[in-house]
């Protein structure tokens, strides 16, 4: 599975994102982008903590998203890819729109 996470550009999220190096630094990392699999499924970095320092780290991340406004975008590469067979069945732009929901700019580019 794909996720991005969004937020408008002319909010500052520096402070939250400040916030969150900080609760990495204070488990002992070095404040990274924190990718959730490999925290779950003890891979990586993380094969060395804790269930209760994969927990921390988790709801750390969990506090950052409710800090600021953000939309998720969730599945995005799923739902390219089904864009790119609507079209490659001739459907056209306007009902692949209507279908996925997705504005009409991105389903030019897919």
């Known amino acids: 599975m794909v996720a991005k996470l969004f937020h408008d550009s002319k909010d500052n999220i520096e402070?939250?994102?400040?916030?969150?190096?900080?609760?990495?630094?204070?488990?002992?990392?070095?404040?990274h982008v924190i990718h959730t699999g490999p925290i779950i499924r003890r891979e990586g970095n993380y094969i060395s903590l804790s269930i209760d320092e994969r927990k921390w780290l988790l709801n750390a991340l969990i506090h950052f998203s409710r800090r600021i406004d953000v939309k998720y975008a969730i599945d995005a590469m799923q739902r390219i890819q089904h864009i790119m067979k609507l079209k490659e069945h001739r459907v056209s732009i306007r009902q692949i729109t209507r279908l996925t929901g997705v504005s009409r700019s991105i389903v030019e580019r897919a």
Do not use: E, K, Y
């Not at 400040?18 to 990495?24: A, H, M, R, V, Y």
């Open 15 to 31: 402070h939250a994102v400040q916030l969150l190096d900080n609760q990495i630094a204070n488990l002992g990392h070095i404040p």
